[in-house]
Nanobody
């Protein structure tokens, strides 16, 4: 089992920035691939950004240029730097990881963009 714990969400004004963090722990079978999804009220969960095989990254089109995913492999951490935030970025952001052929999800962290 892999446990994922997100942190860093909160309330921010439009145009502001936030940095989310996610720590993976437990029985981690390497390689572990981590990323971020989000879900706004009434919407389906959608991709934000994720690492894929070989260390490459994949971003949703609406996040390109504003969000940056990074990681610390040794510490099993993944980060999401979010800049130029918009009200439509308001959602619960979930950390996800794939390890040993299974997908895991964190509990989510709320990001609210509002003036």
């Amino acid at each position: 089992q892999v446990q994922l714990v997100e942190s860093g969400g909160g309330l921010v004004q439009p145009g502001g920035s936030l940095r989310l963090s996610c720590a993976a722990s437990g029985s981690i079978i390497r390689p572990i691939t981590m990323g971020w999804y989000r879900q706004a009220p009434g919407n389906e969960r959608e991709l934000v950004a994720t690492f894929i095989s070989g260390g490459s990254t994949n971003y949703a089109d609406s996040m390109k240029g504003r969000f940056t995913i990074s990681r610390d492999v040794g510490r099993n951490m993944v980060y999401l730097q979010m800049n130029s935030l918009k009200p439509e970025d308001t959602a619960v952001y979930y950390c996800t990881a794939v390890a040993g052929g299974r997908r895991y999800w964190g509990q989510g962290t709320q990001v609210t963009v509002s003036s």
